[in-house]
């Protein structure tokens, strides 16, 4: 995003926005979605009428306790609004950094490749699905399409956030192209694929926006939860204030709790504090998401991965550094070690692979064999070829060859050299290894095998011991033979791997996986991936990839990074833990309110039900003031941690359940009493009550 | 020193466990059709008994079709016990002439038999003719028992089958339940109970020379005392083993001639948990990992094991009162000391505290002794019993069904802690799961908020109390707990047979009894429909320690946040104010 605000998550802009639309979110309309804080919301204008009541002189308590109480479920209210409106703060700072990159601008529509000197020019806006159109260096790409001709530098910037410029061409996996982004040189000619209003970029504003944030299937069941016991906790109000007229009249004495006192009682039990963070956790749950460069398509995505059990991965930059390189030489056949060294090194000085210049690097390591030019030697560079499948160079008529086994096999052997039993050994014994080995050979001649070794990542191997500790499997996805992809795995430390991957193996593989109940997450950029980016479970696509996978996938990535899988696991489970730790924490603190209220309300009438209240609040009204202003400010106590998220650790479901309800069930049974004790301490000394 | 009492105890669990396994095995075989040994015996009955009702077992009922059998079945029930209490006078089997029973009273009584309750407010000896004890009673013993067990097999076969749709045959389940399993360990019981000298025949009331002639305050002597007889031991067999509870006189197990002695009052307490502690390891067989039926197990019996550690603990130590100036002996040597008020000097206060916490915890409602009386921390554990939903064994098959709503709705809370959606048995928990376990488990807390809150502001319920102050408050409070746990336990001292309480505690019956069986019915529906998630690290255990600690701490909490304001005006303010 180009909207980054990394440091500092809250700025005075956002803050001074979210309290504007604190109050605007006090709308009948905007409350009935969320049906505890309606609760409060109902309960406060019930008090507010009360205590107008209360001013004629219809009342059942003080007009001071009635006024005390409705300002503080008011502000209740106010703060659970807040919560919501700072969380959707970020996402609408984002959306209008990219409304602004959503320009209507003049498109040259034509009407087929071949007929470029035909252009109409239209408005952005009219252009339809399959209309062609042509882009020339400095424009901005009108629509969302698929290059068809032409290949140019693209700055995608206001999407990506990334300023260096990216390569868009006709054909292959980096044909798709964004409205919205400009191109900076050459031309390009492309085939409009989603016209105005349904592009790439209105969903992203929709979706950092939360416009198009809908209530997945785990926060409807908690919702529904909530519900419940919010309903339970009426019905628990509602018949105590029956009790108490009941065991009022065996007395014979006048029932002494007043309605205001119960409205308390029913804010205060009510799950008010994941009540009202329920939505702001959501929203920050896709926030970190997009913060991570990574752009749902719907919060589903974001559930389905924290419950992702398999990761399959690309092994190149995912598990590996891109490039092999040399490790080792290996004479055979008698030959010298240094010399070998020297012919390899000859061989690849113009070798511009990375595998060539690890060969020279390596040589000039071990035996101090400094680079040569090539032409002060006088000597002649042969390039790979598809023909030949070897490279090397020519001097004055001596010939230095180094290539894949079975060339350099066919190649000695044309000249009347053999192929030794000690070379092949030499070269089974890389291939165990995980490796893949080169043949020099000079003059005809086979002089040994250089070691061409994948370079694992570091940290990877407990990244995925971590990942195997919270059950999530890893198999690596690589074009390798078995026996290469078997030996990177073992040294990688993933659990599986699928060797000479194709995109119809890929498919097979994660439906099997699915058919014995996992789910399954993959990366993926090529148009050949989509099939299995759109069966798998979490699929995150490439934006550097074709259109066909970012439509396949339910998350984009546009950082294009193959590690970022991870990255998405974990928020997965972050929003998910954070839901159930504060939905705890918010029923766990009910126990200290009961021993607020309870006796508040019935010591008039059982003088030895003081015995209960355990805390020593000063008085009655005291400590029904302090248990409705704890449950107040706890909701803006844990804004900040309803937007971060709880703590995440790669550890097993047990340790984490252990640690969390420790936190949150412990901690939220014990900090209510501590807390509503230093309230009513404070409000007791500053004379309120 | 109250070693005697916890030897007592502990061995009651222990005999408890010993028989429950392999009972457990016996049930589970039974209901997934495998041969056991009275398969031989039983097997052509059963076949004779589906000709006759033409009822084809090999139909897969989905779950509509299920729980449509459950209603209509409890519904002919429901019409035909009805139909023999109000026209009791006119049928046969009633050698003392009782008359035919009011229709508030025969409502509330077939609502109780109905939903397996066995609320009972009428005396049984004054009431009731040996027809509508047996034709009517007993045979509802045993088809309200069964329906609870149907149920829960529908519900185990929700969780083992994967992406189909039927639960099972609806009659197939009963008839099995009722031959394999109800008969057989009535008939057992029965024997044994009459050869302790329990009351079974057909004879009208006799009148006895009492031993010693009493003297009323004014005057009068009463020398002689009527006895009454009757088939009492065949409906006791299956009172308690079918968590009924109904007794066949007024004072249920309390009564001589339904409890004589320790021997019978060991078998009828064991009856009590029999079933419901079985099912437990029925449900680990069925569903192929014992594991998880032995961690409900645990649950359950830890919780029980505290409550009657606590009863047994109050009622030795007894109050402030009795103490005063050692009126009462409260050492338990020698003799049974303690709060003895209500209890039988046969059983004493363990035996008794025991029982109490049984047949609150399975919701059985049979007593050995009268709850009013106990102390107020003591009489109030079996009401918490009951408020927890009858969870703690709970009810046969209802018990257990319950507890799996609360372990759905703890599995829900601990799966999000640890950032996974979350599965019970393989099976993902969904919105629709979660608003049916709420049904589930909220059911009992509804009614019984709803039915207390209501009676606590029609002046006519005031009069149907034997104490003022809190102690009659929990009288009232009592009486709404058993009908919404539909346990069926009495306090005593409350006056339950006036029309509003009969219609209140009937409907509030009916409620907490079916709503949760659609929602159980329901759940299973959904599940048989799912897929199976593989199990792996990230998985939430739902079978160890830390478990079944987190789903007893669930249970409680809810329970202890439905209640705790209803129990401090009643138990909890009389204890204060001792």
């Not at chain 2, 020193?1 to 009972?23: F, R």
């Not at chain 2, 099972?168 to 044994?192: C, E, K």
């Not at chain 2, 029609?458 to 058993?482: Q, R």
Request: overall charge neutral.
């Amino acid at each position: 995003m180009n909207v980054k605000n990394k440091n500092g998550f809250i700025d005075r802009k956002m803050l001074k926005r979210a309290i504007k639309d604190s109050f605007i979110k006090l709308s009948f309309k905007t409350q009935k979605e969320n049906p505890v804080m309606f609760l409060v919301y109902l309960s406060s204008i019930l008090t507010t009428l009360l205590w107008i009541a209360s001013l004629c002189g219809y009342s059942d308590a003080s007009p001071v306790f009635i006024f005390g109480i409705t300002v503080i479920l008011w502000f209740t209210v106010l703060f659970a609004n807040f919560a919501e409106a700072i969380a959707e703060g970020r996402g609408k700072a984002q959306a209008d950094a990219l409304r602004a990159s959503k320009r209507d601008v003049e498109a040259h529509r034509i009407p087929s490749v071949n007929r470029k000197d035909q252009i109409e020019n239209v408005y952005s806006t009219a252009l339809k699905k399959g209309d062609i159109v042509y882009v020339e260096a400095g424009e901005q790409i009108p629509a969302d399409g698929d290059v068809i001709e032409g290949a140019a530098s693209v700055d995608e910037s206001a999407i990506t956030g990334e300023s260096a410029p990216v390569i868009r061409e006709a054909g292959g996996d980096r044909s798709a192209v964004t409205g919205g982004t400009t191109l900076i040189s050459d031309w390009l000619v492309i085939q409009v694929t989603h016209a105005s209003g349904e592009s790439f970029l209105d969903k992203m504003i929709a979706m950092v926006e939360g416009a198009a944030r809908k209530r997945t299937p785990n926060e409807i069941a908690l919702q529904i939860f909530l519900i419940a016991l919010t309903i339970i906790f009426l019905l628990v109000t509602v018949s105590l204030y029956t009790y108490s007229a009941f065991s009022a009249s065996l007395a014979g004495i006048a029932n002494p709790i007043s309605v205001t006192s119960l409205v308390a009682l029913l804010v205060c039990l009510a799950p008010t504090t994941i009540g009202a963070l329920l939505s702001a956790i959501g929203i920050a749950g896709m926030s970190r998401l997009n913060q991570a460069n990574v752009l749902a398509m719907s919060g589903r995505a974001i559930e389905a991965a924290g419950d992702v059990d398999i990761l399959m991965l690309d092994k190149t930059g995912t598990i590996t550094l891109g490039n092999r390189q040399a490790c080792e030489f290996i004479p055979v056949d008698g030959a010298d070690m240094e010399e070998l060294a020297d012919a390899a090194q000859l061989s690849s000085l113009s070798d511009e692979t990375p595998e060539g210049r690890s060969i020279v690097v390596l040589a000039k390591e071990k035996f101090n064999i400094r680079g040569r030019n090539l032409h002060e030697l006088n000597m002649e560079f042969v390039p790979f070829s598809a023909k030949t499948r070897m490279s090397g160079v020519n001097l004055n008529g001596l010939e230095i060859r180094k290539g894949a086994m079975d060339a350099i096999k066919e190649y000695v052997e044309a000249h009347g050299h053999v192929y030794s039993k000690e070379c092949q050994q030499v070269v089974e014994e890389i291939s165990h290894k995980g490796g893949t080995p080169l043949i020099v050979a000079k003059d005809f001649k086979i002089l040994g095998v250089i070691y061409l070794k994948d370079i694992i990542k570091q940290g990877v191997q407990e990244k995925f011991a971590d990942l195997r500790k919270m059950g999530i499997r890893t198999i690596m996805i690589t074009g390798d033979n078995p026996l290469t992809a078997a030996a990177i795995a073992a040294e990688a430390g993933v659990d599986d791997f699928l060797a000479e991957a194709t995109p119809e193996g890929k498919l097979q593989m994660i439906r099997d996986f699915q058919a014995k109940g996992h789910l399954v997450a993959m990366t993926g950029d090529g148009t050949n991936d989509a099939p299995a980016l759109a069966q798998a479970d979490v699929a995150v696509a490439m934006n550097t990839g074709t259109q066909a996978a970012k439509e396949a996938g339910n998350m984009v990535d546009l950082d294009s990074s193959p590690t970022k899988l991870i990255e998405v696991v974990r928020i997965g489970k972050q929003l998910l833990m954070t839901r159930g730790s504060l939905t705890t924490f918010s029923i766990a603190n009910d126990l200290a309110k009961y021993f607020a209220i309870i006796p508040a309300l019935f010591m008039g009438l059982y003088p030895g039900l003081r015995a209960l209240n355990i805390m020593h609040l000063h008085s009655a009204e005291s400590a029904i003031f302090s248990a409705v202003i704890y449950n107040a400010l706890i909701i803006i106590a844990l804004i900040p941690l309803a937007l971060k998220g709880v703590k995440y650790r790669e550890v097993s479901a047990s340790k984490l359940l252990t640690r969390n309800l420790l936190v949150y069930g412990a901690g939220g049974i014990i900090a209510p009493f501590i807390a509503v004790k230093v309230i009513d301490i404070i409000i007791t000394a500053l004379g309120i009550i | 020193m109250m070693t005697s009492a916890w030897i007592q105890i502990a061995l009651y669990l222990i005999i408890l466990i010993l028989l429950a396994i392999p009972l457990g095995n016996y049930i589970g075989k039974v209901m997934t059709g495998e041969k056991v040994f009275l398969s031989k015996l039983i097997a052509p009955i059963e076949k004779v008994i589906y000709k006759l009702l033409k009822v084809d077992v090999s139909e897969e009922m989905n779950w509509k079709k299920y729980a449509i059998s459950v209603f209509v079945f409890s519904g002919i029930f429901f019409v035909l016990l009805f139909g023999i209490q109000v026209l009791q006078g006119v049928l046969p089997l009633n050698p003392e002439g009782l008359k035919n029973v009011r229709w508030d009273l025969a409502f509330n009584t077939t609502s109780s038999f109905v939903t397996n309750t066995n609320w009972q407010a009428y005396s049984g000896e004054s009431t009731l003719s040996y027809f509508t004890q047996m034709l009517g009673l007993t045979v509802q013993n045993f088809v309200s028992a069964a329906v609870g067990i149907a149920v829960l097999f529908a519900l185990i076969r929700g969780f083992v089958r994967v992406q189909k749709k039927g639960l099972g045959n609806f009659y197939q389940d009963v008839t099995r339940i009722i031959l394999y399993i109800l008969i057989p360990l009535s008939l057992v019981s029965a024997v044994a109970l009459t050869s302790q000298g329990v009351s079974q025949n057909f004879k009208a009331y006799e009148q006895v020379d009492l031993v010693e002639p009493i003297v009323l305050e004014d005057g009068t002597v009463i020398e002689k005392g009527v006895v009454p007889l009757g088939p009492a031991a065949s409906q006791i067999a299956i009172k308690q083993l079918g968590t009924n509870g109904g007794g066949f006189y007024g004072t249920n197990s309390a009564h001589p001639l339904e409890n004589p002695n320790n021997v019978t009052n060991l078998i009828e307490m064991l009856s009590i948990l029999l079933i419901p502690a079985a099912l437990c390891f029925t449900f680990g067989r069925n569903i192929h990992d014992r594991r998880q039926g032995r961690a409900i197990f645990a649950a359950m019996f830890i919780v029980l094991t505290l409550a009657t550690s606590a009863i047994v603990v109050n009622e030795q130590m007894a109050t402030p009162q009795l103490s005063q100036n050692q009126t009462v002996d409260l050492t338990p040597h020698q003799q049974a000391g303690g709060n003895m008020e209500g209890k039988e000097s046969r059983f004493g206060i363990a035996a008794s505290s025991t029982w109490t916490a049984f047949t609150t915890a399975a919701s059985n409602g049979s007593v050995n002794a009268m709850h009013d009386s106990y102390t107020p921390l003591g009489g109030m554990i079996p009401m918490i019993l009951m408020q927890l939903g009858e969870v703690i064994f709970g009810g046969v098959g209802c018990g257990l069904y319950g507890m799996i709503g609360f372990v759905i709705l703890t599995v829900f809370i601990a799966g999000l802690m640890v950032g996974r959606t979350p599965e019970y048995l393989g099976k993902k928990i969904e919105p629709y799961e979660m608003k049916m376990a709420v049904v589930l488990c909220l059911a009992t807390p509804i009614a019984i908020l709803i039915g207390s809150g209501i009676a606590a502001i029609v002046p006519s319920v005031a009069d149907s109390l034997n104490n003022g102050g809190a102690h009659g408050f929990s009288e009232l409070l009592y009486t709404y707990t058993s009908a919404g746990g539909n346990n069926g336990s009495a306090f005593a001292g409350f006056n339950a047979n006036t029309i509003f309480v009969n219609l209140s505690t009937g409907f509030s019956m009916l409620f907490a009894r079916f709503a949760p069986i659609l929602a159980t019915l329901a759940i299973a529906g959904s599940l048989v429909k799912k897929k199976k998630i593989a199990t792996g690290a990230g998985t939430l255990a739902t079978h160890n320690a830390m478990f079944v600690g987190l789903l007893i701490f669930v249970i409680v909490l809810i329970g202890a946040l439905s209640f705790f304001p209803a129990l401090a005006l009643g138990p909890i303010a009389e204890f204060f104010g001792m």
